[in-house]
């Protein structure tokens, strides 16, 4: 039985700490994190861990993982989002290596259209994963046969493109139940930017991997990571073209998005200042595929910096001065939106919140099926005032969250 059944996870991960007699710093220590993280996590800032995190927890703490999830474990998979259909030919295409060179590689040009038209498919549809889900198995079996059969320069371009191709798949397997595909998908990403010795496919795989190191709460390598591929590119961002300069900007968002959830206010808003002085350099109009980098993002970036700091209300501020329809990707803009509602959610505005969840579901409904925050937001909701549980129960219906 249940000894702690009205907890939320992070209430019961301190009581259970607490009685095991070690601080946040010991703890973390014992899980590969900061004390800072395992803070997050008892106030409830972030998510709950997933599964092979929380059965660290447990070992270290000397308690069985039902103990710290207790009733939760069912709402705590439903929050943590579905397997899409598509998932098992990812991963297959992403685990099964082309060592023979028997076929001949198709054109690296060839590639490259393919490459880029996939990303135009991912901004603009409304369902882009199950989009990608159909697109990345042959793209990514070509793309590793040209990376086999090509030789010198022509290797070191295909190194690139496969690259930016794992980054793709990355994309499609975020907050999917398949944390080993994706640390597999982003170290090989890396792995292959480096081959190229192209500074774009680094710059492009360092934000990759960032994101997958701060979404497993490691916000320490996280930062290293961002702040190595900064330096190592610097002294190329003078001489490089326009998609090189915005790819600059992104990581220093990533800093700034990385220092936001580890909580240190001054620093955020620092790297968010030079990712904003990059962005002013770019051409109007000019939008990066992979990182979304562009002028009109910054007003996104800086709602998502407030809501990393649990500054709802700066957030709402920031969300007001800026068109959500001038953000051209439907997938980034139902992202946004996302965050906007979290600050409303923050203001314990309920009304504003589920309205704003309910645009994000219309610009694109696979965004808001697989984003954690959303799924959880619209969970609460149903046991909102009551003027709002019509809509939010539609919400969850729509999203997957109930029958």
């Known amino acids: 039985m249940d000894s702690l059944p009205e907890l939320t996870f992070g209430q019961r991960l301190k009581v259970h700490r607490e009685r095991a007699g070690k601080t946040r710093a010991v703890l973390g220590g014992l899980v590969g994190r900061s004390a800072e993280w395992v803070k997050a996590v008892e106030t409830d800032r972030i998510l709950p861990p997933r599964v092979h995190m929380l059965d660290r927890i447990a070992r270290a703490l000397k308690v069985d993982v039902s103990a710290l999830v207790g009733e939760l474990s069912g709402r ?16 297959d295409a992403v685990n099964r290596f082309t060592l023979s060179g028997d076929v001949p590689a198709e054109s690296l040009r060839s590639l490259r259209e393919r490459l880029a038209a996939a990303w135009r ?16 198995p042959e793209l990514l079996r070509d793309v590793q046969r040209a990376a086999l059969g090509y030789e010198g320069e022509e290797r070191r371009q295909a190194q690139s493109l496969l690259a930016e191709t794992l980054g793709l798949a990355q994309m499609f397997l975020a907050y999917q139940p398949a944390a080993e595909l994706l640390w597999r998908v982003a170290d090989r990403a ?24 701060r979404d497993a709460g490691d916000w320490d390598t996280a930062m290293a990571v961002t702040l190595d591929v900064l330096s190592a590119l610097e002294p190329r961002t003078a001489d490089g073209g326009t998609n090189l300069l915005a790819l600059w900007g992104a990581l220093n968002f990533e800093a700034a998005y990385t220092a936001a959830r580890a909580g240190e206010e001054g620093r955020a808003w620092r790297y968010w200042d030079r990712a904003d002085q990059v962005a002013q350099r770019l051409p109007q109009g000019f939008y990066q595929p992979q990182t979304s980098f562009s002028r009109v993002i910054m007003g996104a970036h800086a709602v998502t910096v407030a809501v990393e700091l649990q500054k709802s209300g700066e957030a709402e501020r920031q969300a007001r001065r800026h068109d959500v329809a001038a953000i051209p990707s439907r997938p980034r803009r139902a992202r946004h939106l996302i965050e906007v509602a979290r600050a409303h959610d923050g203001k314990n505005d309920k009304e504003a919140t589920v309205a704003t969840l309910r645009r994000a579901y219309e610009s694109a409904p696979e965004t808001i099926r697989f984003n954690g925050y959303a799924r959880q937001i ?24 109930v029958a």
Not at 121 to 136: E, K, N, P
Not at 190 to 213: K, N, R
Not at 381 to 395: E, K, N, S, T, V
């Open 76 to 91: 705590s998979a439903v929050v943590n989002g579905p397997e899409h259909p598509a998932l098992a030919s990812v991963r």
């Open 121 to 136: 498919a991912r901004h603009q549809a409304s369902d882009h994963r199950t989009v990608l889900g159909g697109l990345l």
């Open 190 to 213: 890396m792995v292959a930017a480096q081959e190229s010795g192209d500074p774009e496919a680094l710059a492009c795989a360092g934000w990759f991997l960032c994101q997958v190191h």
């Open 378 to 401: 619209t969970l609460d909701l149903l046991d909102g005032p009551r003027p709002i549980r019509d809509d939010a129960r539609d919400l969850a219906v729509k999203v997957g969250l």
